[in-house]
């Protein structure tokens, strides 16, 4: 099928849209791609460019240096994770990526505690804690927003979700795709679904982000500069009992002639609180659409899931 063709996901504007229109639009587009685009969400760009300059950095770093930090002894939760380390579920080949990561800070004494480690911050980087302290509370901040027009989309309260999300599992990811050769096959990151509620992706100027649409075409999913794409994790989908579809997505490599540069990105994805219990809402449940599968925690799930990519043993 020729490109013309295909669908195009919506760009969406959180600021020039009613609440009630954007709920419609947002929730539509999740419910038919699995992905939204989303922009004037009124995150900070010179915040945003700061943190792709500084990740740009600690990933110049000498490879001894960025293994101080290795993620492997909290289950890959905070800190560093090496190149070809994790792998697409079922897939057969290690992802060309690596990454960092930046949770959630609880007080001392949460009873949460046990489920999200302390993040650890790089010492060569001053501003690396401040600045992407400040993203993540950003990038929470706008979840939180978006996922109040999926509760009204769903017909929940407005605020719906502000419980189940509150002290959540979130995690912000910072992504080095390095260059690759010219004669590179063609996948930076296999095809997956995400564990998450939804993911924030602030986009990469060297594209590659495909999604797989109801009829198995690869769309690309390419959001405007400062845009966000966002799509549905496996913990929504089996919340609404698959009324919200997690999409397939992958990370292609460019043109051969684009291969020799490095690609940036900076996802968030979006989690419940370790304790909530994911069941089927029940205005997603009908003779037509019987629960699919049986309540679980959220931390229960994650872990189930972790193993299966590699990050925990």
């Not at 791609?33 to 922009?39: D, S, T």
């Not at 260059?179 to 060297?206: F, K, M, Q, W, Y």
């Not at 405007?224 to 794409?229: F, V, Y």
Request: net charge negative.
């Amino acid at each position: 099928m020729s490109q013309s063709v295909l669908e195009q996901v919506p760009l969406l504007s959180m600021a020039g849209m009613s609440k009630a229109d954007f709920s419609t639009a947002f929730g539509g587009s999740f419910q038919r791609f699995g992905f939204a685009m989303v922009k004037d969400h009124g995150m900070d760009q010179a915040l945003i460019d700061k943190g792709w300059a500084l990740a740009r950095q600690f990933f110049a770093l000498p490879e001894d240096v960025k293994r101080r930090y290795d993620a492997r002894y909290n289950g890959g939760q905070r800190g560093y994770t090496a190149f070809g380390v994790e792998i697409a579920k079922g897939a057969s080949e290690n992802d060309l990526k690596e990454f960092w990561h930046v949770g959630r800070d609880l007080p001392e004494g949460d009873p949460l505690a046990d489920s999200m480690p302390p993040n650890v911050w790089p010492d060569e980087l001053p501003e690396f804690r401040a600045t992407f302290a400040m993203l993540y509370r950003e990038f929470d901040r706008v979840g939180a927003e978006l996922l109040s027009a999926i509760a009204l989309y769903l017909g929940l309260p407005e605020r719906w979700f502000d419980g189940p999300i509150e002290n959540g599992n979130s995690i912000l990811r910072l992504l080095h795709y390095p260059p690759v050769s010219p004669e590179a096959p063609g996948i930076r990151a296999g095809a997956h679904e995400d564990i998450n509620l939804i993911t924030l992706l602030l986009g990469a100027e060297e594209g590659g982000l495909q999604l797989r649409d109801r009829n198995g075409n690869w769309l690309p999913v390419v959001p405007p500069q400062g845009a966000l794409a966002i799509n549905v994790g496996d913990m929504l989908q089996r919340l609404t009992n698959y009324r919200l579809p997690s999409t397939s997505h992958r990370v292609v490599n460019p043109p051969p002639e684009r291969r020799g540069f490095s690609r940036y990105s900076m996802p968030f994805f979006l989690h419940l609180r370790p304790d909530f219990l994911i069941d089927a809402l029940p205005q997603c449940v009908d003779a037509e659409h019987p629960r699919r599968d049986p309540p679980i925690t959220a931390h229960d799930y994650l872990t189930e899931r972790l193993r299966e990519i590699g990050l925990i043993k």
